[in-house]
């Protein structure tokens, strides 16, 4: 009963999560397009009044006339519409999914027992929440470290957007050796969406703040304040796509569970980034498919570094008669049917999970190709809970060859 609970409740926060997600970043990319669409106004009196640029729309049967000001417009409006709670809802429906997925199962989940650093595979299951929360944290302190010091007058940003591209190389790797795969693709795609947020939450709001109150006052708002809320929105723009692909990764255990899926990861990253560049060029009128392509080149590189190697069976395997489906199933039936069955007999497991059961041979037979997968890569049994051994992989790559 309990587990079934916590899966319904899984299962709101993700529907309230990708509701939330899809309405903040759709304000984004809308707002990014609009501001690349700006046309220089026709009516003089507008120029006059400060509109600097202007777009004209047709949706949902009716016409829309936006204009954006220079600086600020001669008086504030008493109802000025705001855009943050959609970041926030999005950033702490996340952080709760999160919570109740990994951080109460951590030995499950956030273990890496085949990471390369001893002490990682070896962290306990409070060790691992502590290092992912202080992951997240780090990430942002580094990141918004990075803008502050490199870019402080939104005068170098070229090479700050360099500096941020190498730091999320760096936390790619360093969360794929500290984390599991499937939570390295969460707690990386994590960083950038905290970052996206904490933007939000401590740069671009705070700042327009700022520029309300000067306005309220009768001064000039300071013009790094608006520049600062355009830099770190630029940001958020280009991380969307890899943040959505991170958190989608969950579902495809090939991404995250290849030996060098910081590679596979990273490549991803940077083709999400070419890809949205392609579109915010375009709203100012180009037309550059050289960065789509390089996007698509990005992810084929992937396509071929994530292919299944096929492990070659040991010696002793070969020597020996080849295995039957029978001793195939009775090694699944001892490492994995705790918790892919029809009712799992594991603590946590109310569903056999990714609806993945293996209760009787046909079973087994049907899911023979990604079952030899995930045994190869090491990604099931999860956390190895059932310590299954190298030889009973073996004769599951045997068999299945
Ligand atoms: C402790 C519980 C547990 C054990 C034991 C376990 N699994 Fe899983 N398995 C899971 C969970 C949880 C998922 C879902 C994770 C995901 O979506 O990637 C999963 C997912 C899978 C998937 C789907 C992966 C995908 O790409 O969708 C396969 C296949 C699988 N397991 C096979 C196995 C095999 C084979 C074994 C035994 C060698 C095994 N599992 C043992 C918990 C377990």
């Known amino acids: 009963m309990e587990a079934y609970l916590l899966?319904?409740?899984?299962?709101?926060?993700?529907?309230?999560?990708?509701?939330?997600a899809i309405a903040w970043i759709g304000e984004s990319i809308y707002f990014v397009m609009l501001d690349n669409s700006l046309k220089t106004p026709q009516d003089e009196s507008?120029?006059?009044?400060?509109v600097f640029g202007e777009m004209w729309a047709v949706h949902g049967g009716g016409f829309y006339h936006n204009q954006k000001y220079a600086t600020s417009p001669g008086k504030l409006p008493a109802d000025l519409h705001w855009s943050f709670w959609k970041s926030y809802t999005t950033w702490l429906s996340g952080f709760a999914l999160f919570a109740l997925l990994y951080m109460t199962s951590p030995e499950v989940y956030l273990v890496n027992p085949n990471s390369s650093w001893e002490w990682a595979a070896n962290m306990t299951g409070w060790q691992a929440n502590i290092v992912a929360l202080v992951f997240l944290l780090l990430g942002w302190v580094v990141y918004n470290e990075l803008c502050k010091r490199i870019s402080p007058n939104m005068d170098r940003d070229g090479i700050l957007s360099l500096a941020v591209a190498v730091l999320m190389v760096v936390v790619a790797f360093l969360s794929t050796q500290?984390?599991?795969g499937r939570a390295a693709f969460l707690l990386t795609g994590a960083v950038m969406a905290t970052a996206m947020s904490a933007n939000v939450f401590f740069w671009i709001i705070p700042g327009q703040r700022r520029m309300v109150k000067a306005m309220e006052a009768g001064e000039e708002p300071n013009p790094l304040d608006g520049k600062r809320g355009k830099q770190r929105s630029v940001h958020n723009t280009y991380f969307t796509l890899p943040v959505v692909l991170l958190m989608l990764s969950n579902h495809y255990s090939f991404m995250y569970s290849h030996e060098l899926s910081w590679?596979?990861?990273?490549?991803f990253i940077f083709a999400g980034a070419l890809i949205r560049q392609f579109f915010v060029v375009m709203h100012t009128g180009k037309i550059q498919p050289a960065y789509p392509?390089?996007?698509?080149?990005?992810?084929?590189?992937s396509v071929w570094l994530a292919a299944p190697s096929?492990?070659?069976?040991?010696?002793?395997?070969?020597a020996t008669e080849g295995p039957t489906l029978g001793d195939v199933h009775a090694i699944v039936t001892e490492r994995c049917v705790a918790c892919h069955s029809q009712q799992p007999s594991q603590p946590g497991f109310s569903s056999a999970p990714a609806g993945v059961v293996y209760d009787t041979q046909e079973?087994?037979?049907?899911?023979?190709?990604?079952?030899?997968q995930v045994v190869d890569s090491g990604y099931m049994p999860l956390g190895n809970m059932t310590n299954m051994t190298d030889e009973e992989r073996d004769v599951i790559a045997a068999w299945s060859e």
């Open 363 to 372: 079973q087994l037979l049907r899911q023979i190709t990604k079952t030899k």
């Open 293 to 301: 392509a390089a996007g698509v080149a990005l992810i084929l590189l």
């Open 46 to 50: 507008a120029r006059k009044k400060g």
């Open 7 to 20: 899966d319904f409740t899984n299962m709101l926060l993700r529907w309230l999560h990708v509701i939330a």
């Open 178 to 180: 500290l984390f599991s």
């Open 263 to 267: 590679v596979i990861m990273s490549l």
């Open 310 to 318: 096929s492990r070659p069976a040991s010696d002793a395997m070969a």
